[in-house]
């Protein structure tokens, strides 16, 4: 990540050669010395019985054989501050046997499921006009570029009604409280938690910028008070109506956090009435923990918003779960910036040498940063101010306004470096639809795998409401599942539907390669999805 700060009184630059560029973490770790255990909620006596023959011990109770596996694996249970946590998570006495620890305890008969406890890593990488002191410098490009500045010109935020949308910031925390330094972020904020030590505040720690202050600046930075930045969601803290964000702290001062801490924060933010979450983290690894929690954040009406990722390659998480908004970053120049993955992108927003609110004291209050950290704050306080603007609207909803009124950047319609292409705040408020060619079908995950993946998700975009016929054929052409869908149940634009692997006698297919094709009565989608175990 490159970085600078500005100080308005006084005139220097300084330079941080760590953060030269944005952090590629496929060359740190992986996961800590730490596993997660998720022990089966109903253990039978037969359960007991086996598990006491193999060990040649008996078991009358689901406590005795917990015990006996933590003795037995050398385990020290890791604290828990929070109640209802469904798994558990460990220290191991030797990092080096993680994979056949997990192996093993894999098998164990009162265990659902054990897996390493990853980590996370932060990614960080006119008309009437706000008198923010950036704005007027030109240095907010990102904030021009997807037309925040119409909208601002054009709509009057400040004659809603009294509304009030919670995006949790799910980072470093954010560098204010009750007495917030930060004067772009006065009263902008809510009480958040510090998962890491709830007996302090969710206030951000973060070495050089922020990371936590620095995402929330950009989603939520107050207009029009004559200093600093404006953040997108166009609010003011003496609006009646008003995007606010809730500092959720699950990342310690370098940006590291791991899924145990990542599951927790994001259980409580949505428990606490926050309605899009942003994540500007990720790592390589898909892990049970994490997508549980996203599962429930979407089971709740949330909008679930992540960076795609900076090592330039395929596949991130969470940002590679399908009911989440993955988000890469591009450039001044409508460009992906270079660092930015590919693959499973469903939007970019600027994330190349961005502004935004800092954590420092004195006046060292505002910095440049890049990454896609940066880009996804950015589709964060959009999806809040539709919340804001509209009423009734589902997250569905939200994303296929998103996606259906960006700017085509990259190639025309759907792609894999840029997907849908570069957000558009004016667009999206006026529901500037653009109009699809073609029909656009793809499939996420894909390889997928029945047992880890559960649903692999089919999306389809329709540019008109027909009833349509949803079917799958193996490689030898057989008829494997089917589903009609009325016009009534469908969404102009983005629609999901879901395929769990199974046939239609209910029965799990088979590894190798699938068809599908999508009907009106005319084919007018098709695709290929490879179900791999």
């Not at 590919?342 to 420092?360: H, L, Q």
Request: glycine content about 6%; hydrophobic content about 35%; overall charge negative.
């Amino acid at each position: 990540m490159k970085k600078f700060f500005i100080c308005l009184n006084i005139f220097f630059i300084f330079f941080s050669p760590l953060f030269a560029e944005p952090i590629d973490i496929k060359k740190l770790p992986l996961y800590k010395d730490e596993i997660i255990i998720k022990y089966k909620d109903s253990i039978k006596d037969e359960d007991l019985e086996k598990m006491g023959k193999r060990y040649n011990t008996e078991f009358k109770l689901k406590e005795e054989a917990i015990s006996y596996i933590e003795r037995k694996y050398n385990l020290k249970l890791k604290k828990n501050y929070f109640k209802n946590i469904p798994f558990s998570c460990y220290k191991i006495f030797d990092i080096n046997l993680m994979q056949s620890i997990v192996k093993e305890l894999s098998n164990e008969e009162i265990i659902e499921y054990a897996e390493p406890n990853y980590f996370r890593y932060a990614l960080y990488t006119p008309l009437s006009t706000p008198d923010d002191t950036y704005y007027q410098n030109g240095s907010l490009w990102g904030f021009n570029k997807i037309q925040a500045d119409y909208a601002l010109n054009n709509i009057f935020f400040d004659t809603l009604k009294n509304k009030k949308i919670i995006v949790a910031v799910i980072d470093t925390g954010i560098g204010c409280g009750n007495n917030c330094f930060q004067e772009d972020l006065q009263g902008r904020t809510i009480n958040g938690i510090n998962i890491l030590n709830p007996a302090e505040s969710p206030s951000d720690d973060g070495i050089s910028l922020g990371h936590g202050t620095f995402v929330a600046g950009i989603i939520a930075a107050n207009i029009n008070n004559a200093t600093g930045i404006a953040g997108v969601s166009l609010c003011n803290a003496t609006y009646t109506a008003n995007v606010l964000v809730m500092p959720v702290k699950v990342l310690d001062s370098e940006g590291n956090g791991s899924d145990d801490v990542v599951y927790t924060g994001i259980i409580w933010a949505v428990d606490n009435g926050a309605k899009v979450l942003n994540l500007s983290f990720g790592g390589e690894e898909d892990s049970i923990t994490l997508r549980n929690a996203i599962n429930y954040a979407y089971s709740k009406n949330c909008i679930i918003v992540a960076a795609a990722g900076n090592s330039d390659t395929y596949t991130f998480y969470p940002a590679a779960y399908s009911n989440v908004i993955s988000v890469g970053a591009s450039n001044i120049l409508d460009k992906k910036a270079d660092f930015s993955n590919t693959g499973k992108i469903d939007v970019c927003a600027p994330g190349e040498d961005i502004y935004s609110t800092d954590n420092k004291l004195s006046c060292y209050k505002y910095s440049q940063a890049s990454g896609t950290s940066f880009a996804a704050p950015y589709v964060s306080g959009l999806a809040a101010l539709l919340l804001l603007y509209f009423d009734n609207l589902t997250p569905i909803k939200v994303r296929n306004i998103i996606e259906q009124t960006s700017d085509d950047i990259e190639e025309t319609g759907f792609d894999k470096k840029t997907g849908w292409g570069r957000i558009n705040v004016y667009r999206a408020l006026q529901l500037d639809y653009k109009k699809v060619s073609e029909i656009k079908t793809y499939n996420w995950p894909n390889p997928f795998s029945p047992e880890k993946d559960i649903n692999t998700n089919i999306e389809i975009i329709l540019n008109e409401l027909t009833d349509i016929t949803v079917e799958i054929y193996d490689a030898g052409g057989d008829l494997v599942w089917k589903k009609e869908i009325k016009r009534s149940e469908l969404n102009y634009g983005h629609n999901t539907i879901t395929w769990n692997g199974k046939n239609m006698q209910g029965r799990t297919v088979n590894n190798g390669v699938y068809f599908y094709v999508v009907k009106n009565p005319e084919i007018i989608g098709k695709n290929k999805i490879a179900v791999l175990y």
